[in-house]
């Protein structure tokens, strides 16, 4: 009985020791910290909330090495991707897991509005530029076709219209000089159309009218013809010049024919090249008309355009040089923007003014003399104020076939250095707009 005693108190005092050792033990389980949530704004700044109870932070940038920080934001560069997790003081604090990767990717540049620039070693001139729609546009222009050197061809690009403007796209080539024996060796200006034209089984929807010459000197000029489907696809080229000149009756020395610009007057067929005629005498316009449906039969008449009316000229018989047209359907008449004359007499040798005229169409068919042109406004360096001494070769906007667009008249000209400024003058030529709104 008293064996048993005395290990019933024996047991009693474990029981009771271990109780106040339980009583006493007060540890618990470190709390494990929220995960972060990581977001990344337009700048690449991935940031995120300060997490309760956190030390600092750590963090992986393309699960690479892991940096310890005591901000809540980082900087990305662009496709990089981050995962961020909050650490803990080690004890009553652990670790939270590693967030969800957050990736930041930059917006796409955004594109440039307005006419292209050249690059440099390059030029842009004598430009065209037809709308097709309220969307589409097509510039056609005179360029180089390597940095520096001066041997022509014509290019064209796409316009798409954004909210913040017209947007080009990549240059392509659409016509390019012949071989060494043939009459377009040396491309000069270019005009572009919509229309419907045949050769032979092909069907083509787009004519370009360009001038060339097998001269390295830049005499005696003639117009050609090219066509596509499409503007910015394949052209081809009509094997001979529609407009010809002959230089051993008119001058070898003389420019011949050159500016082209294209009107389709009926929106099919009817192709109106006007152009500017230079032989010894001056500098004059006239046009060419034909319908070019079958471009296996071309037969063509030409005449010369009046120069009466108020026009400026430096002249004392008034020239009509480096023209272009445009045909306004609603009230039978022709616009048309042509260089002052004479050029500038320091070099470069171009025009630093351009004038906007219209005369009545019903005055191109008839030897009468009537009113004559109109001048609408004559544009100076002045005027102009963009820093540059020349102001030459203006284009009309037109739509695809020509004619006036509604509203104001927009105008593509060129511009470039003097050869006193910058002896690269060549390649300083690029485009500008001006914009004429009726009184």
């Not at 560069?77 to 961020?84: C, D, F, K, L």
């Not at 109109?374 to 544009?379: A, N, R």
């Amino acid at each position: 009985m008293k064996k048993f005693a005395k290990f019933f108190a024996v047991a009693l005092v474990a029981v009771m020791a271990l109780s106040v050792l339980v009583a006493c033990d007060t540890t618990k389980e470190p709390t494990k910290l929220a995960t972060p949530v990581v977001t990344v704004d337009e700048n690449g700044v991935a940031s995120w909330k300060a997490i309760d109870n956190a030390t600092a932070y750590a963090y992986k940038i393309d699960g690479g090495k892991e940096t310890v920080i005591n901000k809540t934001s980082v900087t990305l560069t662009n496709g990089q991707s981050i995962t961020v997790k909050a650490a803990g003081n080690g004890t009553d604090y652990t670790d939270s897991d590693y967030s969800a990767a957050a990736t930041y990717k930059a917006a796409d540049p955004k594109p440039t509005t307005g006419l292209p620039t050249p690059a440099a070693g390059f030029y842009m001139t004598n430009a065209d530029l037809v709308q097709e729609n309220d969307t589409t546009r097509y510039l056609v222009y005179t360029t180089n076709e390597t940095a520096a050197d001066n041997y022509n061809r014509i290019a064209i690009r796409k316009g798409v219209k954004t909210d913040d403007g017209w947007v080009y796209g990549e240059e392509s080539v659409a016509v390019e000089g012949g071989d060494d024996n043939a009459w377009d060796t040396y491309i000069g200006s270019a005009s572009i159309v919509k229309g419907t034209f045949a050769k032979g089984k092909e069907t083509y929807n787009w004519l370009i009218a360009y001038c060339a010459t097998n001269d390295a000197e830049d005499r005696a000029f003639q117009i050609g013809i090219a066509v596509a489907k499409d503007p910015m696809g394949t052209w081809t080229k009509l094997d001979a010049p529609v407009i010809t000149f002959d230089k051993n009756t008119y001058g070898a020395t003389s420019m011949g024919c050159y500016a082209p610009s294209v009107v389709n007057y009926n929106k099919e067929s009817g192709i109106r090249i006007f152009y500017t005629y230079a032989d010894t005498y001056g500098h004059f316009a006239y046009l060419w008309d034909a319908n070019l449906a079958d471009l296996t039969k071309i037969d063509g008449q030409k005449a010369m355009l009046p120069t009466n009316g108020n026009l400026s000229g430096g002249d004392s018989e008034l020239m009509f040089p480096n023209a272009d047209f445009a045909y306004d359907e609603t009230n039978k008449k022709f616009v048309a923007v042509k260089d002052y004359s004479p050029s500038a007499g320091t070099k470069p040798n171009y025009a630093d003014r351009f004038e906007l005229a219209e005369i009545a169409e019903k005055e191109l068919y008839t030897i009468e003399i009537g009113k004559g042109w109109t001048s609408l406004k004559l544009w100076d360096t002045f005027d102009l104020d963009n820093g540059y001494e020349r102001a030459y070769s203006a284009c009309i906007v037109s739509d695809a076939f020509g004619h006036l667009l509604a509203g104001d008249i927009e105008l593509v000209y060129n511009v470039c250095d003097t050869a006193e400024a910058n002896a690269d003058y060549l390649y300083s030529q690029k485009l500008m707009t001006v914009t004429y709104t009726a009184e």
